[in-house]
């Protein structure tokens, strides 16, 4: 395998496990297990830990290993602060441009999604990072762009850190509904108010699922 399809596989394997939590939040990961774990070289392990240090994924502890960041209260303002900001400039701003046979296709899937429920949490959270890029995905800005990239990195970890029960899930699905119906009716500042909306309370149901339970 060539240099570059390595640090690929070892950056994304990496990744991959710290957003599933198989490498959990505050754990110390050693370069030398990673090695044994993938098969590859410690170049490719060190240019991929150079990249995930750049999403604040993890932190190189010198003389000590590599620690996978935790997510605290900050982060999640500060994640929630920017996707609303972003999201609801891209829908404003660019929604117009979007498919309305694309716009269909979610409204049916979360239409079927509240009488059937049966689908696995999983799926849900994939269907729910393709809805929402399908509006970043019209931005052309490339420093928007990254920033984006940047964050969903963390709000992936954050959905299964979190651990969201179905009816936070079916309360999901009836806001992406609401955006989705503002946008059919080319009404596309209702649909940012709509996308604010449910960003807020996806921020107030990680608050209370990582932090306020832990205090019950």
């Known amino acids: 395998m060539k240099k570059e399809n390595l640090k690929t596989y070892a950056y994304k394997t990496i990744r991959d496990r710290i957003m599933s939590c198989q490498y959990a939040p505050l754990s110390?990961?050693?370069?030398?297990?990673?090695?044994?774990?993938l098969g590859v070289s410690r170049t490719p392990i060190r240019e991929a830990i150079i990249t995930l240090e750049t999403e604040r994924l993890v932190k190189i502890l010198p003389k000590k290993g590599i620690l996978v960041t935790d997510i605290t209260m900050n982060d999640v303002n500060s994640i929630f602060e920017v996707r609303t900001l972003l999201e609801s400039y891209a829908i404003e701003k660019l929604g117009v441009n979007v498919a309305?046979?694309?716009l269909l296709e979610f409204l049916w899937y979360y239409q079927a999604y509240n009488r059937e429920r049966n689908c696995s949490n999983a799926e849900f959270f994939e269907k729910?990072?393709?809805?929402?890029?399908l509006f970043m995905s019209l931005v052309d800005n490339p420093y928007m762009k990254y920033t984006y990239e940047t964050i969903s990195s963390q709000n992936n970890r954050?959905?299964?850190m979190s651990g969201l029960k179905e009816h936070r899930l079916m309360e999901t699905s009836d806001e992406h509904i609401a955006i989705i119906k503002a946008c059919l009716e080319e009404d596309f500042e209702k649909a940012a108010n709509a996308m604010?909306?449910?960003?807020a309370n996806a921020k107030s149901a990680i608050f209370n699922c990582?932090?306020?339970?832990?205090?019950?």
């Open 158 to 160: 954050l959905r299964v």
């Open 196 to 199: 604010k909306v449910h960003l």
């Open 128 to 133: 729910d990072g393709e809805f929402h890029m």
């Open 100 to 102: 309305k046979e694309k």
């Open 28 to 37: 110390i990961l050693k370069e030398e297990e990673l090695q044994i774990e």
């Open 210 to 216: 990582l932090f306020y339970k832990k205090h019950e």
